[in-house]
């Protein structure tokens, strides 16, 4: 197998290569590993060296053999150092895997190495001074996006076709969109957080991944979904599994569109544009397609989102090694202030808001079968445009900066539906743009079928960044 060969497949198609002897696992890895070094040195991807060798796994999974890459964005897998993105977390080292690493293990995916996230994983834009700007593999001046921005640059540009993500306002669906990838964020349960949280984030934030090709993800989430010992709160099972909605006949359904902005930000007319279009596409499948969106009280999503960042800076301040403040970045610094002055009533106020925000989006699904959104307000941002280092920033200031980009995306890590970014449009200058496809709670099914048809309907590209 060539560089050109191995980027062509996804990672169903690879695991079926090996499954059938066509082609062995280590001869998989070898030219992954030149694969990632390549679009590693142009998109600044990995925090670490390539993993030599690479992390163990099962031999009879459904990805056996299959490359893979997790995020530092906290304790993933024991021995493996991380950071989180930050200069204060030099020497850290994680002491057990998670229950989700154990389920990649089990999977046999074959980990080669660490994706970048910014500071904290509190941008999205992957831009950490610790490590420097990740890159768009479609253009290297511009973001990937954050705060999962290593695994989509990698995924995009052919090094692994599958990355470990997470997603606390959007990190996940954000660098899908920028980088041309699919990002699937579950519903809130479907996938563990354990053994150490019982809910990530106060339940806004989800562990998952970043694929090229919906079948991918569909196939995954078969394999890492369900329950951990002890979980406070779990989704309700899948009726058969996600592979076999790949394709099958999602039914008349009610789609509602909206390219306004729950925040009032403004939307750039070619991303507002790409979602209109899919829109239009899905009504001549048989849908019906009408203007509506879910009413958002932007206050209550913007006061969830300040009380998700202070569980981060919770974490932080009650580790037995205090990080240092004067090695981090500025708005880090703020979100700890913010933290330490913190009452238990602004807790229970953010948790209320969050409470109000979900009870309105979930009113919106008894009536709808699915909304369709941009991704993003913008198209891929210019390196240095969100300066994560400001110290003239307060933390608000902050997230209004952060929504005015990516608009469409953090409502529903506080309410908890599933979400899905599908890179379905494509800008004048060539960018991918990202289109948000939202389903009722636990609803993934759905998700898959729709976003199946549209894939077969609206094919992307590949990034072609590396060649042999």
Known sequence: MNLNEYTGYDAVGLSELIRTGKVTAAEVETVAREALAAANAQVNGLTLPI??????????????????????????????????????????????DTDLMRRFRAAGLVTLGQTTCPELALSLTTESIRYGATRNPWDLERTAGGSSGGAAALVAAGAVPVAHGSDGAGSIRVPASCCGVVGLKPSRGRVTAGPDMGELMFGMAYEFALTRTVRDAA??????????VGDKYTAPPPLRPYADEVGADPGRLRVALTTRSWSGSAVDPEVAGAAVHVAQVLEEMGHHVAEAGPEVSWEDAIRALETEAMAIASALLLSPREPDPALMEAVSRKVLELTRQARALDLVTGFHSQ???????????????LLVTPTLGRLPLAHGVLNYDDPDITFRQWLDRLMEFSPFTAVFNATGQPAISLPLGRSES?????????????????????????EQALPWPLCGLIKD
Do not use: C, M, W
């Not at 009879?60 to 906290?74: C, E, R």
């Not at 989006?361 to 709808?368: D, E, K, L, N, S």
């Not at 060539?430 to 549209?454: N, S």
């Open 430 to 454: 060539g960018l991918p743009i990202g289109v948000q496809l939202v389903a009722g709670y636990g609803r993934e099914d759905l998700l898959f079928r729709v976003a199946a048809r549209l």
């Open 51 to 96: 993993f030599s060798p690479a992390l163990s796994h099962a031999d009879d999974g459904p990805f056996t053999g299959v490359p893979f890459l997790i995020k530092d964005h906290g304790p993933v897998a024991e021995g493996v150092p991380f950071s989180i993105g930050s200069r204060a977390l030099p020497h850290v080292v994680a002491d057990h």
């Open 219 to 228: 196939h995954l989430l078969d394999a890492v979904h369900g329950p951990g």
């Open 355 to 369: 409470n109000l925000v979900s009870r309105s989006v979930a009113r919106f699904f008894t009536g709808h079968d």
